[in-house]
Nanobody, 128 residues
Framework: QMQLVESGGGLVQVGGSLRLSCAAS????????MGWFRQAPAKEREFVAA????????YYADSVKGRFTISRDNANNTVYLQIDSLKSVDTAVYYC?????????????????????WGQGTQVTVSS
């Protein structure tokens, strides 16, 4: 079973930047689409971004377009989430996830049900 470990979270001021990393092990990373989700206190988990396994095509939630960038490094089994221009509303636990499923529709990867494996999460706190 694939294991995912997130890192890079922390406390940052409004307008700052963070780069989250998610390292995968015990699986074939390159055959999985990868996604990032987040969950704020008292809110449901929400989709942030995804990157396809082969084409590297990316897909973002409207709320983060232009500020978040997802990328993957198949040689190092790692997916990244660059977060710029942080806002207070970005405060949440950020989770990475891996999906072995294939869909021709990008929006498929916005669903938590599309993912087989999840990391434990990393906390991002944005202070004003």
């Amino acid at each position: 079973q694939m294991q995912l470990v997130e890192s890079g979270g922390g406390l940052v001021q409004v307008g700052g930047s963070l780069r989250l990393s998610c390292a995968a092990s015990r699986g074939t990373f390159s055959t999985h689409a990868m996604g990032w989700f987040r969950q704020a206190p008292a809110k449901e988990r929400e989709f942030v971004a995804a990157v396809r396994r082969s084409s590297g095509t990316t897909y973002y939630a409207d709320s983060v377009k232009g500020r978040f960038t997802i990328s993957r490094d198949n040689a190092n089994n790692t997916v990244y989430l660059q977060i710029d221009s942080l806002k207070s509303v970005d405060t949440a636990v950020y989770y990475c996830a891996a999906s072995s499923a294939y869909s021709s529709t990008n929006s498929y990867y916005a669903r938590p049900q599309a993912y087989n494996y999840w990391g434990q999460g990393t906390q991002v706190t944005v202070s004003s």
